[in-house]
């Protein structure tokens, strides 16, 4: 396997990149690069063989990489890996930030958490139309029957549709009982109107009850040891934690503690179903899950202007303000730090903009990546005459 390595050391904020946002981000990268990258696409990054056919450099493409990376004006350092479906990567750390490093996963974890529940459906464990009431107790899961979330699924709960749109403090509580909490999520939800399968709400209710449905049906006394067993299982996620607010109550959507180099290992297993039986739950998980729901809470709209779907725990990604995309070209889980995992199905390829900003960065983390998209994605098609 072939790393290409750059690694900026800045002394200038302006080089280093200051505190900003999507708009700062996105022109002092793109606009000042695209045109440069552009121009010298056909004369440095490519060039004529004997046979008149036209041939890419990879190592033109990655110093035009390096040069827009340099410009990118960010919040904090960061770390963007890519890798093409020859296990071909690219490796560019901004200031010491490196792959290595710890940072909150925020809504990055969504993925993750998803994923392990999905192995645990494929295992039989569990089925996407089973009910939170077929695994937890009525003190535990207090919906009446004759409430229309009663009827909600294992299946509504990764997709997010499943109606449990009123959030709860307890969930950021580092020493409240994670039943307890899972109980109050609905009691707190209970005759709120909604129907299941019907609208789409991003939010953290939805996994931290599919966890409790799966630390039920795995025998275990929380989900550190749900998470220890698919780690044992798999290999993957060795410096990873959920602990946030704490190990007992983690935030299943948003609490886990990882490295940029555990969530790559887990993209490229994900993507190649090498934890699954097949490739059918990557294909579904993958896919658009809310083609007939309404769209009630997307931070992709509020921050991009960019109606996303949802699949199982990712973003279906659309560029575009209303949803009109027959096929998904890229999925992603950005989280509110900026940290921006993503897989790209259509050319094949994977990675990640590793990084810790503010909260409620995550707009900024996109920016880093959408910034070098062009160039990335001519890197990912150039093949070396």
Not at 109 to 119: C, R
Request: net charge negative; hydrophobic share 35%; glycine share 8%.
């Amino acid at each position: 396997m072939r790393v290409f390595a750059v690694v900026i050391f800045c002394g200038l904020l302006a080089a280093c990149g200051g505190s900003s946002g999507w708009e700062s981000s996105t022109s002092s990268s793109s606009s000042s690069s695209s045109s440069s990258a552009s121009s010298s696409a056909s004369s440095s990054a490519s060039s004529s063989s004997s046979s008149g056919q036209t041939a890419c450099s990879r190592e033109s493409l990655e110093s035009q990489l390096q040069s827009e990376l340099e410009m990118v004006n960010t919040d904090t350092a960061f770390s963007l890996f890519i890798e093409d479906g020859e296990g071909e990567t690219f490796l560019y750390n901004r200031d010491d930030y490196n792959l290595e490093m710890e940072f909150e996963s925020a809504s990055t974890s969504k993925w993750v958490t998803a994923a392990v529940i999905l192995n645990m459906v494929d295992q039989g464990m569990l089925n996407l139309s089973d009910r939170p009431q077929d695994y937890l107790n009525e003190s535990e899961w207090p919906i009446p029957e004759d409430d229309p979330l009663y009827g909600m699924t294992l299946r509504t709960l990764l997709n997010f549709t499943s109606g449990l749109s009123n959030s709860v403090a307890c969930t950021n509580i580092p020493g409240a009982d994670f039943f307890a909490c899972v109980s109050n999520i609905a009691s707190s939800n209970t005759a709120n109107g909604k129907t299941p399968g019907t609208e789409f709400y991003y939010g953290s209710n939805h996994l931290q009850v599919a966890g409790a449905m799966a630390i039920r049906a795995n025998e275990s006394s929380g989900w550190a040891e749900v998470f220890a067993d698919f780690k044992t299982e798999t290999g993957l996620f060795p410096n990873s934690i959920y602990n946030l607010p704490s190990v007992g109550n983690p935030r299943l959507a948003g609490g886990m503690s990882t490295r940029g180099s555990d969530y790559i290992q887990f993209i490229r297993a994900f993507k190649n179903g090498d934890f699954y039986s097949s490739t059918d739950l990557v294909n579904l998980a993958s896919s658009d899950q809310i083609a007939t729901a309404s769209i009630e809470n997307s931070p992709a709209f509020m921050g991009l202007g960019e109606q996303w779907h949802y699949g199982y725990g990712m973003w279906m990604e659309c560029h575009s303000l209303q949803y009109n995309c027959e096929t998904v070209a890229q999925v992603s889980s950005p989280g509110a730090y900026g940290a921006y995992p993503f897989w790209n199905k259509a050319l094949n390829y994977f990675g990640i903009v590793a990084r810790q900003g503010e909260l409620g960065t995550f707009t900024d983390g996109y920016a880093v990546f959408d910034s070098v998209r062009e160039n990335l994605e001519a890197w990912v098609s150039c093949e070396q005459p």
